[in-house]
Protein backbone atom coordinates (compact mmCIF):
# COMPACT_ATOMS: atom_id res chain seq x y z
CA UNK A 1 0.00 0.00 0.00
CA UNK A 2 1.17 3.81 -0.39
CA UNK A 3 2.79 5.19 2.61
CA UNK A 4 0.19 8.15 2.39
CA UNK A 5 -2.55 6.04 2.64
CA UNK A 6 -1.29 5.02 6.36
CA UNK A 7 -1.83 6.14 9.64
CA UNK A 8 0.93 4.76 12.15
CA UNK A 9 0.32 3.89 15.66
CA UNK A 10 2.25 6.88 16.76
CA UNK A 11 0.47 9.60 14.80
CA UNK A 12 -2.94 8.24 15.61
CA UNK A 13 -2.11 8.19 19.39
CA UNK A 14 -0.66 11.66 18.89
CA UNK A 15 -4.06 12.99 16.94
CA UNK A 16 -6.09 11.17 19.55
CA UNK A 17 -4.06 12.11 22.99
CA UNK A 18 -4.48 16.14 20.92
CA UNK A 19 -7.91 16.10 20.83
CA UNK A 20 -8.36 14.66 24.36
CA UNK A 21 -6.13 17.57 25.43
CA UNK A 22 -7.95 20.13 23.43
CA UNK A 23 -11.12 18.98 25.13
CA UNK A 24 -10.21 19.95 27.73
CA UNK A 25 -7.72 23.13 27.81
CA UNK A 26 -5.12 24.44 30.36
CA UNK A 27 -6.01 21.75 32.55
CA UNK A 28 -2.65 19.29 32.44
CA UNK A 29 -3.65 15.84 32.10
CA UNK A 30 -1.72 13.05 33.19
CA UNK A 31 -0.33 10.55 30.66
CA UNK A 32 -1.51 7.80 32.28
CA UNK A 33 -4.67 9.24 32.24
CA UNK A 34 -4.79 9.88 28.26
CA UNK A 35 -3.30 6.29 27.99
CA UNK A 36 -6.17 4.33 29.81
CA UNK A 37 -8.63 6.93 27.86
CA UNK A 38 -6.98 5.99 24.48
CA UNK A 39 -6.63 2.39 25.81
CA UNK A 40 -2.55 1.77 25.21
CA UNK A 41 0.47 1.90 26.75
CA UNK A 42 1.48 4.17 28.86
CA UNK A 43 4.73 4.20 28.24
CA UNK A 44 4.11 4.13 24.34
CA UNK A 45 2.22 7.75 24.74
CA UNK A 46 4.89 9.12 26.81
CA UNK A 47 6.85 8.65 24.11
CA UNK A 48 4.51 10.23 21.36
CA UNK A 49 3.59 12.92 23.87
CA UNK A 50 8.03 13.49 24.53
CA UNK A 51 7.83 13.69 20.66
CA UNK A 52 4.73 16.52 20.81
CA UNK A 53 6.77 18.47 23.61
CA UNK A 54 9.62 18.92 21.08
CA UNK A 55 7.74 19.82 18.64
CA UNK A 56 6.62 22.69 20.82
CA UNK A 57 3.03 21.47 20.71
CA UNK A 58 3.15 19.91 24.14
CA UNK A 59 4.19 21.11 27.80
CA UNK A 60 4.43 18.97 30.37
CA UNK A 61 4.82 19.89 33.78
CA UNK A 62 5.83 17.38 36.88
CA UNK A 63 4.38 16.92 40.21
CA UNK A 64 0.87 15.81 41.60
CA UNK A 65 -1.22 18.31 39.88
CA UNK A 66 1.28 17.54 36.54
CA UNK A 67 0.40 16.39 33.19
CA UNK A 68 0.55 17.62 29.62
CA UNK A 69 -1.69 20.33 28.12
CA UNK A 70 -1.62 21.82 24.89
CA UNK A 71 0.84 24.55 23.70
CA UNK A 72 1.65 26.69 20.78
CA UNK A 73 -1.48 27.39 19.37
CA UNK A 74 -3.34 25.29 21.31
CA UNK A 75 -7.23 24.71 19.82
CA UNK A 76 -5.80 26.83 16.75
CA UNK A 77 -2.94 23.63 15.79
CA UNK A 78 -3.69 21.96 12.70
CA UNK A 79 -3.78 18.25 12.67
CA UNK A 80 -0.91 18.69 9.76
CA UNK A 81 1.52 19.90 12.30
CA UNK A 82 0.70 17.01 14.74
CA UNK A 83 1.13 14.61 12.43
CA UNK A 84 4.33 15.56 11.17
CA UNK A 85 5.58 16.24 14.81
CA UNK A 86 5.42 12.32 14.79
CA UNK A 87 5.95 11.07 11.29
CA UNK A 88 8.16 13.97 9.26
CA UNK A 89 6.74 15.76 6.22
CA UNK A 90 3.56 14.20 4.89
CA UNK A 91 4.30 12.01 1.52
CA UNK A 92 3.24 13.32 -1.79
CA UNK A 93 1.78 11.11 -4.69
CA UNK A 94 4.16 8.20 -4.91
CA UNK A 95 4.48 5.45 -6.98
CA UNK A 96 2.44 2.01 -6.11
CA UNK A 97 6.23 0.54 -7.00
CA UNK A 98 8.06 3.05 -4.32
CA UNK A 99 9.39 5.22 -7.17
CA UNK A 100 9.31 8.99 -6.65
CA UNK A 101 6.54 8.51 -9.42
CA UNK A 102 5.48 6.18 -11.93
CA UNK A 103 8.02 6.38 -15.11
CA UNK A 104 4.29 5.46 -17.15
CA UNK A 105 0.86 6.03 -16.93
CA UNK A 106 0.10 5.06 -13.62
CA UNK A 107 -2.44 1.65 -13.27
CA UNK A 108 -4.69 3.61 -10.79
CA UNK A 109 -4.84 6.94 -12.86
CA UNK A 110 -5.06 10.03 -10.64
CA UNK A 111 -6.54 7.97 -7.86
CA UNK A 112 -3.34 8.21 -5.43
CA UNK A 113 -2.49 11.62 -6.13
CA UNK A 114 -6.58 12.88 -5.70
CA UNK A 115 -6.08 10.87 -2.00
CA UNK A 116 -2.77 12.68 -1.28
CA UNK A 117 -4.17 16.20 -1.88
CA UNK A 118 -7.15 15.07 -0.77
CA UNK A 119 -5.47 14.21 2.93
CA UNK A 120 -3.11 16.83 3.00
CA UNK A 121 -5.93 19.50 2.31
CA UNK A 122 -7.85 17.68 5.62
CA UNK A 123 -4.79 17.84 7.46
CA UNK A 124 -3.98 21.23 6.51
CA UNK A 125 -7.45 22.81 7.11
CA UNK A 126 -8.57 20.99 9.98
CA UNK A 127 -7.31 22.34 13.31
CA UNK A 128 -7.65 20.84 16.80
CA UNK A 129 -11.08 23.19 17.64
CA UNK A 130 -12.65 22.28 15.10
CA UNK A 131 -12.50 18.60 16.78
CA UNK A 132 -13.58 19.44 19.69
CA UNK A 133 -16.87 22.34 19.12
CA UNK A 134 -19.71 21.37 19.97
CA UNK A 135 -18.81 18.65 22.03
CA UNK A 136 -20.43 18.72 25.31
CA UNK A 137 -17.49 17.12 27.17
CA UNK A 138 -14.38 15.14 26.54
CA UNK A 139 -16.10 11.63 26.87
CA UNK A 140 -17.47 12.89 23.86
CA UNK A 141 -14.55 12.67 21.81
CA UNK A 142 -15.13 9.42 19.47
CA UNK A 143 -11.76 7.26 20.33
Same mark, same amino acid.
Given at each position: ? =? ?8 ? +????? #?????? =? /???? @??? +? ?7 ? %? +? *? ?11 ? #??? %? ?11 ? #?? /? ?11 ? %????? @? ?7 ? @??? =???? %? ?9 ? *? ?10 ? *??? =????? @?? *????
Amino acid at each position: M =SPHLRISEAA +SLALH #AMALLA =S /QPGQ @PQP +SKNLAHRLG %V +S *DHHLAKVLQRLAR #AGL %VEGQRGPRGGFRL #AG /QGRGTRLLEIYEA %VEGPL @PGQTCLLGR @PAC =SGAC %VLGGLLGRLAA *DMRAYLVGTTLG *DLT =SGLGR @PA *DIAL
